[in-house]
């Protein structure tokens, strides 16, 4: 099974940026983010796929971009203008397949991003 080393989060006031990282342990043809808010269900932030199609949800759309370094195994989240509804769990995730009905790979420990209003 992959191993993701995800990296970045933390808290940032509203209007601020984060980045976020993740490193797979092997190639993956999808790669790309899902957040998860207390009380919320999963969502697929954005994706990448090895043909370079790339999904955004429609709450990030224009604030954040989400690009991917196949030499290193790599998918960068670059968040801008956050809002205090951005705060969640953002797991990163790798494999087969990455789309909001459906998902085979894996996903990372997560890692936490706050924004304060």
């Known amino acids: 099974q992959v191993q993701l080393v995800e990296s970045g989060g933390g808290f940032v006031q509203a209007g601020g940026s984060l980045r976020l990282s993740c490193t797979a342990s092997?190639?993956?043809?999808?790669m790309g983010w899902y957040r998860q808010a207390p009380g919320n269900r999963r969502e697929l932030v954005a994706s990448?796929?090895?043909?370079?199609?790339?999904f955004y949800a429609d709450s990030v759309k224009g604030r954040f971009t989400i690009s991917r370094d196949n030499a290193q195994n790599a998918v960068i989240l670059r968040m801008n203008n956050l809002k205090p509804e951005d705060t969640a769990v953002y797991y990163c995730?790798?494999?087969?397949?990455?789309?909001?009905?459906?998902?085979?790979?894996?996903r990372g420990q997560g890692t936490q991003v706050t924004v304060s209003s």
């Open positions: 092997a190639s993956q043809n999808a």
């Open positions: 990448i796929a090895g043909g370079g199609r790339i």
């Open positions: 995730a790798a494999g087969l397949t990455i789309s909001r009905s459906t998902f085979i790979g894996s």
